[in-house]
């Protein structure tokens, strides 16, 4: 390799993403990772992201729990693109049921399990592919690729939609919802969306 050169690297590598991992209060919500002691005024929401995405820190998945906490409805919840569950658990914990979520990546769905079972919620992980119609549900929350978020309405069955994982100058209408909300933090947004 040339000019390569070679370094030990310090005891305790494999843990010191850890310290990024730092909890989050949204609303009532308190999102954080299990070696952080949960704000007793808030819900505890605790997630170890293992392999998958997702620690709550995040503005989408913030803005996300936003919405989330206007909904009046607390019917069934579809969380789309599921990742380490933090929506799908946190729904569960506001009172929805039966709550489902469905990602992609294997990975998702085993951190969205021992997620839940970490917050003591009853929720099912299913593996989906890009092509699956979804399950129907009262609400579904799609944090996800833009692109993903506008090929929704032909693979959803939902009354209300809230979508995020884009930027604030993305995202248009939503064939067959009608826009009720953004919201935004920093450079990204989220929308909440009503079945027309």
Do not use: M
């Not at 390799?1 to 850890?18: I, K």
């Not at 309405?153 to 919802?177: A, K, N």
């Amino acid at each position: 390799f040339g000019g390569a050169q070679a370094s030990d690297v310090p005891d305790g590598w494999e843990d010191r993403w850890r310290t990024f991992h730092k909890p989050v209060p949204v609303g009532k919500l308190w999102v954080g990772p299990p070696w952080e002691t949960p704000d007793a005024h808030l819900v505890p929401v605790v997630v170890d992201p293992g392999r998958a995405f997702g620690t709550g820190a995040h503005p989408t998945t913030q803005l996300c729990l936003r919405l989330l906490q206007e909904v009046d409805d607390r019917g069934s919840l579809l969380d789309v693109g599921c990742g380490s569950g933090v929506i799908a658990i946190a729904a569960a914990l506001l009172g929805h049921a039966p709550v489902i979520g469905v990602d992609v990546e294997a990975a998702a769905i085993e951190a969205t399990n021992e997620n839940a079972a970490r917050n003591g919620v009853a929720l099912e992980a299913r593996l989906v592919t890009a092509d699956d119609t979804l399950p129907p549900a009262d609400i579904a929350v799609a944090n996800i690729s833009v692109d993903a978020v506008r090929a929704l309405p032909e693979r959803i069955d939902v009354g209300v939609l809230i979508t995020s994982g884009y930027l604030v100058d993305q995202q248009s209408g939503l064939t067959g919802f009608a826009h009720q909300k953004r919201i935004e933090q920093g450079s990204w947004a989220a929308d909440l969306y009503v079945r027309d």
